[in-house]
């Protein structure tokens, strides 16, 4: 299992813009299926975004599609989500998790491994 950590998360205006990456130890960057979901403040956690390591064939749930690009660095074994025109309902932990499986209609499989979050917090 691979461990991920994340980096990045802040505060920001909305209309602004962040970066979140999330880099993987270990020797070989194994994961089939690399992805970022969020939790706010009394909600369930929810897929955002997810990415095929392979050929880079991603997922965006509706709510960021058009605004978050998923991308990866496959040498620097990181998984990166840029968030564009932030909105106030943005604002969320947003973990980093590590798949099996993947769909471009739903994201990632089971969770094989989670980062610890960083809080995004965009303020109106």
């Known amino acids: 299992q691979l461990q991920l950590v994340e980096s990045g998360g802040g505060l920001v205006q909305a209309g602004g813009s962040l970066r979140l990456a999330c880099t993987a130890s270990g020797k070989v960057f194994t994961y089939f299926a690399m992805g970022w979901f969020r939790q706010a403040p009394g909600k369930e956690r929810e897929a955002v975004a997810g990415?095929?390591?392979?050929?880079?064939?991603?997922y965006y749930s509706e709510s960021v599609k058009g605004r978050f690009t998923i991308s990866r660095d496959i040498p620097k074994k990181t998984v990166y989500l840029q968030m564009n025109s932030l909105k106030p309902e943005d604002t969320a932990v947003y973990y980093c998790?590590?798949?099996?499986?993947?769909?471009?209609?739903?994201?990632?499989?089971?969770?094989?491994?989670w980062g610890q979050g960083t809080q995004v917090t965009v303020s109106s």
């Open positions: 990415l095929r390591v392979t050929d880079s064939i991603t």
């Open positions: 998790a590590g798949s099996a499986g993947f769909s471009s209609a739903y994201g990632l499989g089971s969770i094989e491994s």
